[in-house]
């Protein structure tokens, strides 16, 4: 298990017989390329022999190239499961003027919370994350008249790799080329620095898609994911 996410305001409760309860609101578990289904199942029973869960828990498996084996083995075993595909896309930055450092001025209290509301659809983000972004040009943002339209969080993978997070405009602003604008300004300033930029998108999201193919990402096949959110309460354990 190699992350637990703390919510507040709605925690689950997750008690084993070895140590005090921790309060949270997902568990995460990733699993290596050799997990397997009958892992899968000894997993599953090793939690419902020695573990109490208190209210209610959502476990996600995130299972590579859409491992039909273990997701079966994970439907068969829980009532209460959702599932999320998503594709893997790369880019080689090549052929972009380079720009090294993003002209953006502080945000307002208006514009960040703005920022807040055009990524919640995606991710919610603390304001002082995003500002801690921005700040550190991890957080590319675009403005019509002050007012924020595009935005588009990265991180750094590897020396030559980074990934694209999170990247939205606003509802009333789609469909009027901002996508492509914000991807080509991301792109001018990470060439500089880096070679490849990935990022995974959820299957269904084919306006995504379609835009990410024009500018230039190819679907690498092989690293698409499943994601299986099993969700535990104090009843089906």
């Known amino acids: 298990l190699t992350q637990l996410k703390c919510s507040p305001e709605n925690p689950g409760r997750f008690r084993t017989p070895y140590g005090p309860v921790l309060d949270f609101q997902q568990l995460y578990y990733f699993t290596p390329e050799t997990f397997n289904a009958s892992n899968v199942v000894g997993l599953i029973q090793h939690f419902k022999d020695n573990c109490l869960v208190v209210g209610e828990l959502e476990i996600l498996f995130r299972l590579k190239g859409n491992d039909l084996i273990v997701s079966k083995s994970l439907e068969s075993a829980f009532t209460k499961i959702r599932h999320k595909t998503f594709l893997h896309f790369s880019k080689k930055l090549e052929g972009y003027p380079e720009t090294e450092k993003l002209k953006q001025t502080d945000l307002t209290n208006n514009q960040l919370i703005s920022v807040q509301h055009i990524l919640s659809d995606l991710k919610q983000y603390p304001a002082h994350e995003l500002l801690d972004l921005y700040k550190n040009e991890r957080l590319l943002v675009q403005f019509i008249d002050g007012v924020p339209t595009s935005c588009l969080h990265w991180q750094k993978i590897s020396t030559d790799v980074i990934e694209i997070v999170t990247m939205a405009t606003s509802l009333q602003d789609r469909r009027k080329g901002l996508g492509t604008a914000i991807l080509n300004q991301f792109f001018s300033f990470a060439s500089s620095k880096f070679t490849e930029v990935i990022l995974k998108v959820e299957v269904n999201n084919l306006s995504a898609i379609k835009l990410y193919e024009k500018c230039?990402?190819?679907?690498?096949?092989?690293?698409?994911?499943?994601?299986?959110?099993?969700?535990?309460?104090?009843?089906?354990?």
Do not use: L, P, Q
């Open 216 to 237: 230039g990402f190819r679907n690498i096949e092989e690293e698409s994911e499943k994601w299986c959110y099993v969700t535990f309460s104090e009843k089906s354990v």
